[in-house]
Nanobody, 122 residues
Framework: QVQLVESGGGLVQAGGSLRLSCILS????????MAWFRQAPGKEREFVAR???????RYADFVKGRFTIFRDNAKNTVYLQMNSLKPEDTAVYYC????????????????WGQGTQVTVSS
């Protein structure tokens, strides 16, 4: 059974930093593209960042230069380092796993974690 478990969310002031982690179990981690999405109340789930099996990355425009996604295949873990956080970054952040190096739509991801809340105060 595949499981994704996120951690690292919390409350932070604007301008601060957080690092999210997501551990995958039940499958060979290195073969999956891993991504972070977020969903704010009343909004659809939106793409944040992706790291493919070959470590290629892609970011949403609104996080470029502030967030970094990276993976550690030895630990079956993907991370999202979030710096210079803004109140508009407040959302539940979800980790997704899927097949394909260029996938960015939620429907293209097969497995999801339960989400971790990130709240940025002004």
């Amino acid at each position: 059974q595949v499981q994704l478990v996120e951690s690292g969310g919390g409350l932070v002031q604007a301008g601060g930093s957080l690092r999210l982690s997501c551990i995958l179990s039940g499958r060979t981690f290195s073969g999956y593209t891993m991504a972070w999405f977020r969903q704010a109340p009343g909004k659809e789930r939106e793409f944040v960042a992706r790291v493919s099996w070959n470590t290629g990355t892609r970011y949403a425009d609104f996080v470029k230069g502030r967030f970094t996604i990276f993976r550690d295949n030895a630990k079956n873990t993907v991370y999202l380092q979030m710096n210079s956080l803004k109140p508009e970054d407040t959302a539940v952040y979800y980790c997704g796993a899927g097949i394909g190096a260029t996938i960015i739509a939620p429907m293209e991801y097969t497995y999801w974690g339960q989400g971790t809340q990130v709240t940025v105060s002004s």
